[in-house]
């Protein structure tokens, strides 16, 4: 289930991505990457002998200073997961994946609109859950109580 | 009394007397894209829902038609969105399933029992093998419950009637023995984190294996009824084709996915509770039309027939929860957690922090990602033949918006 992580390194080290965090949590296989690699990542990881051919899902998590993005890549072939996570900063603009895996596409715009980022070449980056004017959600700063309530609780 | 022609040409529709060459359209009048022929062909926006019968919930669609064929569609969503992610930052670990239940409202026991596995996940919990055995029960009659919603609505969708009808008798059957078993029909709050709620009642074994036993030849009658009618069959078949490279592309997960002919199953290949107890096939299409996942959800409600009958027979003793603090503080760290829900793989992913309510909440519906296929195989096809290929996928908004 989880892919040997001195395969990963290579093949990431082969695509130009030197010395790349590769680490066994309890969520799996987590392999960190800067916001700029992902893109080679994924098209190294696509074409290489994992074989991950899949974007099960993608998501962002407000970290209280920045914005960590989770990826998780499945393979039939070798019936292996991996992670990929890279960290953004508020208010960034992230590069769309939807070349590699038009399975991000919608997962994309919703992360950006929840928590606040700019997608940069994505065919359709209008919001996907909610209207305009409404603040990004999954940001911590948003509130659905007031911080009294939160306390009272 | 004013003549209407004079009208019109005042308003611009038509040119004045004598000034208009035939060759030409009327001034006044949009001049129309260059057709075949000379016929004037426009393309036309035509906007379905947010409130239509054969959306599945409330789902938008914005299709550009030329003629009858749809040249693209765009899926509109969030008229369901509740931020469901955002109230599981401010619950409790064992009030999610609450929230869940409302996420994919036609199967909860699948949402709740993915939110339970992750928190058991991260707090490395051990619960009793019957606990196990409930889950898988009651997640295959809430699959054949949420199944037949599918085949009864999706009949209605190609213009059949009859086989609503059925469906609900015998799904009405499955919901009163959920009702009975966890105290209500739809929102169950059943799967806890550590076990489950309550044990199966008294004489409800007796009242299982009677569906059961009956089950299977109504879904013969069933498929007979629907599958066997030439109309349908015309309708469905070679329609919404997904293949294989396009359902792994788009992340597409369940009898979708095993429709386009990719054998992956949760339940089987990453098999959780007490799946890896049971025997059952897993289905597979091969062209990926909607004639495929047609036939792949009939086999499925089989085989959760045979795992139904698999866990009564194989119902072991002991308690069925395991003790657990009141208030659940699990350590920090971040799980995956997913099972094989009615709509495919219901993942929960989930960060913790430490403290009493998740850090953050990830539901990975796996509507979404076919709502992404739609907007994809749509064009190409008959505006008639959209209700039908949305209907073919078993959507669910709730979810999608969550």
């Known amino acids: 289930m989880l892919p040997d992580a ?34 080679p990542a994924f098209a190294a990881l696509k074409d290489s002998e994992l074989d991950f051919v899949m974007l099960v ?13 989770s990826y998780h890549l499945r393979s039939f072939t070798r019936d292996e997961e991996l992670h990929v996570k890279c960290t953004v900063a508020y208010d960034a603009e992230i ?8 399975s991000a596409l919608m997962p994309e715009r919703e992360t950006a609109e929840l928590l606040g980022l700019t997608l940069s070449g994505h065919p359709n980056p209008k919001r996907l859950l909610t209207v305009d004017g409404v603040e990004p959600l999954l940001r911590k700063s948003s509130l659905i109580r007031t911080l009294q309530e939160v306390r009272e609780r | 009394m004013t003549d209407a022609r004079d009208i019109a040409t005042e308003v611009g529709m038509l040119a004045p007397e004598g000034t208009h060459d035939p060759g030409l359209p009327p001034a006044g009048i949009r001049r129309a894209p260059e057709g075949v022929d000379g016929l004037t062909t426009e393309h036309l926006i035509i906007n379905m829902g947010p409130q239509h019968p054969s959306t599945h919930g409330v789902l938008r669609m914005i299709v550009e ?7 693209s569609a765009e899926a509109s969503i969030g008229y369901l969105h ?8 401010h619950r409790r670990y064992n009030a999610l399933g609450t929230l869940m239940d409302r996420g994919d409202y036609v199967s909860g026991i699948h949402g709740e029992l993915a939110s339970a596995l992750a928190v058991e996940k991260l707090m490395e919990i051990e619960i009793p093998r019957k606990a196990d055995y409930l889950r898988v029960l009651l997640s ?33 059957f499955l919901v009163d023995i959920l009702e009975s078993i966890t105290g209500s029909r739809m ?14 009642p008294v004489g409800m074994d007796a009242q299982i294996r009677e569906f059961s036993d009956g089950f299977d030849a109504y879904l013969q009658e069933h498929h007979e009824l629907l599958g066997g009618n030439e109309i349908f069959q015309h309708r469905v078949k070679g329609i919404g084709t997904i293949d294989r490279d396009s359902a792994l592309a788009f992340g597409l997960s369940g009898a979708n996915l095993r429709g386009s002919g990719v054998a992956f199953d949760v339940r089987r290949d990453r098999a959780y509770s007490a799946y890896d107890d049971m025997e059952f096939d897993v289905p597979v299409g091969s062209t990926g039309d909607a004639w495929d996942r047609y036939m792949v959800r009939m086999e499925e409600m089989r085989q959760s027939n045979r795992m ?21 503080r699990p350590p920090a760290g971040e799980v995956y957690a997913a099972v094989e829900s009615s709509r495919g793989e219901t993942g929960i992913h989930l960060v913790s922090q430490g403290g009493d309510t998740p850090y953050r909440f990830h539901y990975k519906a796996p509507s979404l990602a076919v709502l992404q296929a739609l907007e994809e195989i749509l064009p190409g096809h008959l505006l008639a033949d959209v209700v039908m290929i949305i209907g073919s996928t078993d959507i669910m908004l709730g979810e999608i918006d969550r």
């Open chain 1, 6 to 39: 001195t395969v990963v390194k290579h093949i990431l080290a082969e695509a130009g991505l030197a010395d790349t965090d590769v680490q066994e949590t309890t969520l799996g296989l987590v392999c960190t990457v800067a916001p700029a690699e992902v893109a």
């Open chain 2, 308 to 328: 139904i009958r698999q866990c009564l027979d194989g119902m072991p003793e002991g308690g069925f929860t395991a003790k657990v603090p009141k208030v659940l």
């Open chain 2, 140 to 172: 295959e009659i809430n699959r054949i419950a949420s199944h037949l919603v599918w085949f009864g609505t999706f009949g209605l969708d190609t213009g059949a009637m009859g086989q609503f009808l059925y469906a609900m008798r015998d799904r009405e």
């Open chain 2, 187 to 200: 929102m169950f709050n059943y799967v806890r984190p550590g076990g489950v709620l309550a044990d199966l």
């Open chain 2, 82 to 89: 509740r931020g469901i992610e955002k109230l599981a930052e």
């Open chain 2, 65 to 71: 038609m030329d003629g009858e064929e749809i040249v």
């Open chain 1, 57 to 69: 899902d993608l998501m962002g998590t407000d970290t209280g200073e920045d914005i960590e993005l």
């Open chain 1, 95 to 102: 590069a769309s994946v939807w070349n590699a895996y038009p």
